[in-house]
């Protein structure tokens, strides 16, 4: 199985809707993070949790929530969905004691179109 | 975070070495050189990380210039699969907790 999983992995909605994409990890990792990828570019972090209690906004926020409801899972949302939310969407998970810090485990991705 | 310059793309043949430039000239004296590759938009994949001497493991070998403002990624015997973006990053050891900064990278295309 996936150390990392996100759920669903494709996704079509509407402008105006509430729609929330999920990730889970075995790894048992502290530090969990949520990029975008637009097409031909490189990938833009938006948020990230060093532990349950601990989150922060990453380089464009704007438009997005998150929630980490367990170490193993850290949710995003997109409380009203715009067109220019297109994107593939990534969770990558981080381990700050394996003494490799930049060392990142990414997920498989959800492709979210909003029409 | 110092800033990289990577070629848009390469191609190499398969079976050979494929080398894999990377820049930094502004890299400071705590900073790594990271590499990962994302294969046609599935998750980023590590390759291998070094501050100063090469590194080398089971996917690939960095060299790493003497005055560490530029690097070389290869990858020894590259096949149809290696064919990916590779990306070049630069963070400090405990860096990159907040997050990685991807570039463009590198579209390397193995040919048959």
């Known amino acids: 199985d996936a150390d990392v999983t996100q759920t669903p992995r494709n996704r079509i909605t509407k402008t105006g809707k509430r729609i929330m994409l999920e990730c889970s990890q075995t790894?048992?990792?502290?530090?969990m993070y949520w990029y975008r990828q637009d097409p031909g570019l490189g990938l833009r972090l938006i948020y990230y949790?060093?532990?349950?209690?601990?989150?922060n906004k990453g380089e464009i926020s704007d438009g997005y929530s998150v929630s980490r409801q367990a170490q193993a899972k850290f949710s995003l949302s997109l409380e009203s969905a715009i067109p220019n939310q297109t994107a593939l969407y990534f969770c990558?998970?981080?381990?700050?004691?394996?003494?490799?810090?930049?060392?990142?485990?990414f997920g498989p991705g959800t492709r979210l179109t909003v029409l | 975070d110092a800033k990289t310059t990577q070629p848009p793309s390469m191609d190499c043949a398969e079976g050979r070495a494929a080398n894999l430039p990377c820049n930094h000239s502004t890299i400071s004296g705590n900073e790594y050189v990271y590499w990962y590759r994302q294969i046609h938009s599935q998750g980023p994949q590590y390759i291998i990380h070094?501050?100063?001497n090469n590194e080398t493991n089971e996917m690939a070998s960095l060299i790493i210039t003497e005055d560490r403002k530029s690097s070389t990624l290869i990858l020894p015997h590259a096949t149809l699969r290696d064919t990916a973006v590779y990306y070049c990053?630069?963070?400090?050891?405990?860096?990159?907790?907040?997050?990685?900064?991807f570039g463009k990278g590198t579209h390397l295309i193995i040919q048959p």
């Open positions: 070094g501050l100063k």
């Open positions: 990053i630069v963070r400090d050891s405990g860096g990159g907790a907040d997050g990685l900064t």
């Open positions: 990558a998970t981080s381990d700050p004691t394996s003494g490799r810090a930049v060392t990142q485990y």
């Open positions: 949790s060093f532990d349950v209690k601990d989150i």
């Open positions: 790894k048992g990792h502290d530090r």
